[in-house]
Nanobody, 124 residues
Framework: HVQLVESGGGSVQPGGSLRLSCAAS????????MGWFRQAPGKEREGVAA?????????ADPVKGRFTISKSKDNADNTLSLRMTSLQPEDTAMYYC?????????????????WGPGTQVTVS
């Protein structure tokens, strides 16, 4: 049973930074994609950043150069991180960690099977 739990969200001023973490347990498919998605009120969920099983990273255009995704492994568990800098009000959203095959593209939510409950990021 895969369990994903996000942490690290909060409120920051424009220009500030945050680091999100996602603890992934029961996740044994190292070849799968892991990604960060976000959803603002009234908007569709969108991909922010993703990392393939081979370590290749992918970023949505609005966050390129500002966000950095990384993954570490400790025994059977994975930790997915998202370093966010130069945050702007438009980055305000609920941020979700996800894992899956990424068959619809690494930044498309349709290709992910497992999701965390989310962590709120507010920039104002």
């Amino acid at each position: 049973h895969v369990q994903l739990v996000e942490s690290g969200g909060g409120s920051v001023q424009p220009g500030g930074s945050l680091r999100l973490s996602c603890a992934a347990s029961g996740y044994t498919y190292s070849s799968y994609c892991m990604g960060w998605f976000r959803q603002a009120p009234g908007k569709e969920r969108e991909g922010v950043a993703a990392i393939d099983g081979d370590g290749s990273t992918h970023y949505a255009d609005p966050v390129k150069g500002r966000f950095t995704i990384s993954k570490s492994k400790d025994n059977a568990d994975n930790t997915l991180s998202l370093r966010m800098t130069s945050l702007q009000p438009e980055d305000t959203a609920m941020y979700y960690c996800a894992a899956g095959k990424g068959t619809d593209g690494p930044l498309h939510p349709g290709g992910y099977d497992d999701w965390g409950p989310g962590t709120q990021v507010t920039v104002s």
